[in-house]
């Protein structure tokens, strides 16, 4: 492989890290915006679903995508703090989306 389909794949990894940690900060967000979590607990409970989603992908029977749910908040809240407190989580964020 020659070195620029290397940085080419280290570029779209990056793009698709970078992708994965502003969803993450997004749908962590609206569990801290509800009070339904902690911004920790948030972001661990979004990555660990976003990385048991990445795991059903490859279960023949359906299985685990069907017992993967997603951490919804229990009420909707203002679009400005949604945004507010994702723009805060978004370097955790990006922490997590490294462990993925």
């Not at 620029?4 to 967000?29: N, Y």
């Not at 990385?51 to 359906?62: C, I, K, N, S």
Request: proline share 4%; charged share 25%; net charge negative.
């Amino acid at each position: 492989m020659s070195y620029g389909s290397d940085e080419a794949i280290q570029d779209a990894e990056d793009v698709h890290r970078e992708h994965c940690a502003r969803l993450i900060a997004q749908c962590a967000a609206q569990l801290v915006a509800a009070h339904d979590m902690g911004r920790d607990e948030a972001i661990q409970a979004i990555t660990n679903w976003m990385r048991l989603d990445g795991e059903a992908e490859a279960d023949p029977t359906g299985v685990m995508a069907l017992e993967n749910a997603f951490p919804s908040p229990s009420k909707l809240m203002p679009t400005r703090q949604v945004a507010a407190i994702a723009h805060e989580l978004l370097e955790a964020a990006r922490d997590a989306s490294d462990t993925l």
